[in-house]
């Protein structure tokens, strides 16, 4: 296989996921200098599986970037989830501060 045939398989590989629903984060949505997690850390945190982390990550429940075959997560993120009264808190300051 050549590498354009190779790129021709993985581009329509990508369109037949995006079809499915899949998402895909990019990481020029990610902040800079964003504090990035494997899956097993951000699962110790959030006491979940790897796997299941990584379902979250695809299903676009977590911000996160693939780096090979691996997600690599907002650490931000995760420590929102894991307190989720204190993203309740903030948003709450937020629109009150909006709406003095």
Known sequence: MTKSDAKAVAIAM???LERRGVTFA???EMPADAVLLTAQEAGDVLR???????????????????VGRAWR???AAVRAMSDPDKEIAAESARVLKAVR
């Open 14 to 16: 990508i369109a037949e």
């Open 26 to 28: 990019k990481a020029s």
């Open 48 to 66: 979940q599986k790897a796997d299941t982390i990584g379902r979250w990550c695809r299903d676009g429940k977590l911000p996160a970037v693939r």
């Open 73 to 75: 997560i907002n650490a």
